[in-house]
Nanobody, 126 residues
Framework: QLQLVESGGGLVQAGGSLILSCAAS????????MGWFRQAPGKEREFVARISQSGSRTDYADAVKSRFTNTRDNAKNTVYQQMNSLKPENTAVYCC???????????????????WGQGSKVTVAS
């Protein structure tokens, strides 16, 4: 059974940075698509970013493009999300996602991802 464990959330001042990590266990091969969704208080869950198996392709929501960067270390089965220039509106619970299909998913539908981490809370103070 695949499990995703996130770490790295916390409280940061506006303009600051955080790095989220997502470690996958129970997987024998590297995932073709891993990514992140977030849910802010009182809002719908939304797509944030995704990364391909090799890490050569990444896609980001417009709201975070140029400020967030996804990388991965397949030897450690870990994906990282570097978040820079954080804003109060980035406050949310960030969830790592994974799926079992053998291609890079280019959509933003959360229900397509079978595996979810427990969520990592990020709070950006103004």
């Amino acid at each position: 059974q695949l499990q995703l464990v996130e770490s790295g959330g916390g409280l940061v001042q506006a303009g600051g940075s955080l790095i989220l990590s997502c470690a996958a266990s129970g997987r024998t091969t590297s995932s073709y698509t891993m990514g992140w969704f977030r849910q802010a208080p009182g809002k719908e869950r939304e797509f944030v970013a995704r990364i391909s198996q090799s890490g050569s392709r990444t896609d980001y929501a417009d709201a975070v493009k140029s400020r967030f960067t996804n990388t991965r270390d397949n030897a450690k089965n870990t994906v990282y999300q570097q978040m820079n220039s954080l804003k109060p509106e980035n406050t949310a619970v960030y969830c790592c996602v994974d799926w079992s299909n053998n291609y890079y998913y280019t959509g933003t539908t959360s229900s397509r991802y079978e595996y979810w981490g427990q969520g990592s809370k990020v709070t950006v103070a103004s």
